[in-house]
Structure formats: C-alpha cells, structure tokens
C-alpha cells in the first residue's frame, strides 16, 4: 500500500512538473513585452477610453443651438462594448512582467523619462497593480452601463475611468509641480 502511495505521489509530481514545463515553454513566447507602456497607453487606452468619454457630449454651436450626442442605435452601443472590453484587456497588458516602459526620450520636462518611471515602477509595484486594477474595475462599471444601455451609467463611469487614469499619471507620469 505503502508503495502505491509513494507511486502516485510521484506520478502526480511528474504530472505536474511537465505541465508547468509545457505551459511555460508554449505561453512565454507568446508574450512581447517590448512593445511598451507608452505604445499601449497611445494607440490602445488612449482612444478607447476617448471613445468612452465622447459618447455623451453636449455640443453647443455659435448660433446657440444645443446638439446632444449620446448613443442610440445597435451599432453605436456595440462600438462602445469593444472599447470597454479592449480598455480592460489593456489593463492586462500593462500588467505583464518586463514590459519596456518606452522606447524614446520624454516629449516634455514635466513628464518622466522612461528610466525614471522603470525606477517608480520597481519602488511601488503594489501601486501600479492598485491603478490597472481600479481602471479595470470602473471600466466593467462602464461595460454594465453599456450592457444596460444607460446613458446616464455612462457619464457617470466615465468620469472613474478618468480618476483611475489621473491618480496612475500624476504618480508615474508627471512630474509633482515645484
């Protein structure tokens, strides 16, 4: 009996190690983290949530006239859906280990350098985690609203999406103020 157990016990092992060996050797090249941070703030969040935030808007002409944008057919909500769920996904991109911070110089003083950030990010872990996390949650917020078709959950989740992004930036992006 007591052999059968041991027997087991090291099937299982087995078992285990080779599976951790093959997920490990098929998923880690399918990730790139050298596409950078930077990237994926300008051409993934960046004009997903501007997608998010310009879908109720109050436009006001020279004449005086109120035009009100808000979503109203399939296609609208469904633009809006894809934006949501993209933003949320892009949360765990920036999450990936080794992801390269940015591939060029900052384009401003009161911006920090890349290795400067790299450096923040290393400090403070926990508080990078902390603002993906809270952009993805307001961000399902906003997918509820979307499900929902709530114009009103829109702007009101909007508006957490952008205090998630504003709290990340003003640590890891902008410079404090002298």
């Known amino acids: 009996m007591r052999t059968t157990i041991t027997n087991v016990f090291a099937i299982?092992?087995?078992?285990?190690?080779?599976?951790?060996?093959?997920?490990?050797?098929?998923?880690?090249?399918?990730?790139?983290?050298?596409?950078?941070?930077?990237?994926?703030?300008?051409?993934?969040?960046?004009?997903?949530?501007?997608?998010?935030?310009?879908?109720?808007?109050?436009?006001?002409?020279?004449?005086?006239v109120q035009e009100d944008i808000e979503p109203t057919t399939d296609a609208d909500w469904e633009q809006l859906r894809r934006s949501a769920v993209d933003l949320m996904a892009a949360g765990n991109a920036l999450l990936l280990p080794?992801?390269?911070?940015?591939?060029?110089?900052?384009?401003?003083a009161y911006k920090y350098e890349p290795d400067e950030i790299r450096e923040l990010l290393a400090a403070s872990p926990g508080n990078w985690r902390f603002y993906i996390q809270q952009l993805q949650t307001t961000t399902q917020a906003t997918l509820e609203a979307i499900e929902n078709r709530s114009v009103d959950g829109l702007v009101d989740t909007g508006a957490s999406i952008n205090s998630a992004c504003q709290g990340c930036h003003a640590e890891y992006w902008y410079r404090p103020p002298r």
């Open 98 to 108: 080794g992801r390269v911070v940015a591939t060029t110089p900052a384009d401003a």
């Open 12 to 64: 299982l092992a087995l078992a285990v190690l080779t599976a951790g060996t093959a997920c490990a050797a098929t998923a880690d090249p399918a990730f790139d983290p050298d596409y950078s941070i930077r990237s994926l703030m300008n051409t993934l969040i960046q004009p997903n949530a501007d997608t998010l935030w310009r879908a109720v808007r109050y436009v006001v002409s020279e004449d005086g």
